[in-house]
């Protein structure tokens, strides 16, 4: 038999479960507590230390009423644990004690695609938010190119009148900057938003209609 076969390399393989950290190993109590544990458990469940006298509760969901000894159980990590899947576990008792031997649940062929699926469904929807948000910000730079050329042009339609004006003493001519001369409401005209309409005072009018 198979068994008696392995016979002579039991001493071997002993050492080699103690060493691996690929199958996590932990001697129990009779009330499910942890005595001492391998490399593997260590790596799998990641405690801050070795545990002694801790619950197997801590680190998987089982219930010691209902344990099944020598059966396969799929057991999901505790949430003490801080890590999330399940774990095949056998449990072995006899009247020397309990052994716990559970390695990471491997990924199907099926459940790796329907997990790359999620993945990329959540990329594409990623890329469909990244380019709506890159339209809008399109739309709302050109909108403010637009808003800028409007204020630009409305600047260059604003004159203004500001600092020192030369104007003749007697006919009230001002001096442009080229040093030519043009009558007040000529320069005023083009060079600000005002508008001349011409009357007459009542002192020219006297001057010039009176008797």
């Not at 393989?13 to 490399?39: K, M, Q």
């Not at 990329?120 to 403010?144: F, S």
């Amino acid at each position: 038999m198979f068994h008696d076969q392995l016979a002579p390399f039991i001493n071997d393989i002993e050492r080699y479960l103690s060493l691996s950290n690929g199958i996590a190993i932990a001697i129990l109590d009779t009330e499910l507590n942890v005595v001492d544990c391998n490399l593997g458990f260590m790596r799998l469940f990641s405690p801050p230390h070795k545990p002694v006298s801790v619950p197997l509760a801590d680190f998987l969901m089982i219930d010691a009423v209902s344990v099944r000894y020598g059966e396969e159980l799929k057991l999901q990590f505790s949430r003490k644990t801080g890590s999330d899947g399940v774990v095949n576990c056998w449990l072995f008792r006899n009247e020397q004690g309990t052994i716990l031997v559970c390695e990471r649940a491997l990924l199907t062929e099926s459940r790796a695609l329907e997990q790359i699926g999620v993945v990329n469904d959540e990329l594409i929807n990623l890329q469909r938010e990244l380019v709506k948000k890159n339209r809008i910000q399109e739309k709302l730079q050109l909108e403010l190119g637009i808003r800028v050329h409007e204020l630009e042009e409305a600047l260059l339609r604003i004159k203004k009148l500001e600092g020192i004006i030369p104007i003749c003493m007697y006919c009230k001519s001002i001096r442009d900057d080229k040093e030519l001369w043009h009558q007040v409401d000529k320069y005023i005209s083009e060079n600000s938003e005002a508008e001349f309409t011409h009357g007459i005072c009542p002192v020219c009018f006297e001057k010039h209609y009176g008797n």
